[in-house]
Every structure is written in structure tokens, then in C-alpha cells.
Nanobody
Framework: QVQLVESGGGLVQPGGSLRLSCAAS????????MGWYRQAPGKERELAAE???????NYADSVKGRFTIPRDNAKNTVYLQMNSLNPEDTAVYYC???????????WGKGTLVTVSS
């Protein structure tokens, strides 16, 4: 089992920045991937960014150049640094941990990001 604890959501003005954190604990093994998905009201959940335990990253086209996903393997923590936020980034952001050994996926409870003036 893997537990995920997210933090860092909130209200931010357009053009602002916000950083999300997700700390994983439990049965953590490499190789794995951690990432952030988001779900806007009335829309399906979609990938924002992900990073493997070896450092390979993948970003949605909509966030490229604005978001980065640093990862601290020693702390089993992944971050989502979000810059130049716009109202279309408003969503609940969910952390995902994927275990490549057994193919299991674990979700966090989500943290709300609201971009509004």
C-alpha cells in the first residue's frame, strides 16, 4: 500500500504561481512514476505532468513551458511548480503514484486550485 498526502492548493490570481506537494509513504519501490492529474468542473481527469523515478518527465501540451515537476526521491516527494496560471488551470489536482513492479496505481485525495481575480 502507498499513501499520498497532497498540499499547496488554494486561490491565486491570473498570472500568479503556486506550488503543490505530494509526499508518498508506504511500499515505495523503484522503478515508479509520480504525477499530477487535474479535473476541471464538468470535464474528465487529465494528465498535467508526470516524472519517473529515473527523472523522465512528460507534460501536457497545455502546461508546457509553465509547469515543472521536480522530484525528491530521498523524500519520496513530487512537486508541481505552476507559473503563469490562468483561469483554465482551475481544477482539483490529484497526485498519482504508479508502481511499475505490480502495475498498481494510487491516488491522492486531491487539492483544489482556483485561478481567479
Amino acid at each position: 500500500q502507498v499513501q499520498l498526502v497532497e498540499s499547496g492548493g488554494g486561490l491565486v490570481q491570473p498570472g500568479g504561481s503556486l506550488r503543490l506537494s505530494c509526499a508518498a509513504s508506504g511500499s515505495i519501490f523503484s522503478p515508479n512514476a509520480m504525477g499530477w492529474y487535474r479535473q476541471a468542473p464538468g470535464k474528465e481527469r487529465e494528465l498535467a505532468a508526470e516524472v519517473t523515478s529515473s527523472g523522465t518527465t512528460n507534460y501536457a501540451d497545455s502546461v508546457k513551458g509553465r509547469f515543472t515537476i521536480p522530484r525528491d526521491n530521498a523524500k519520496n516527494t513530487v512537486y508541481l511548480q505552476m507559473n503563469s496560471l490562468n483561469p483554465e488551470d482551475t481544477a482539483v489536482y490529484y497526485c498519482l503514484y504508479s508502481d511499475y513492479h505490480d502495475g498498481l496505481h494510487y491516488w491522492g485525495k486531491g487539492t483544489l486550485v482556483t485561478v481567479s481575480s
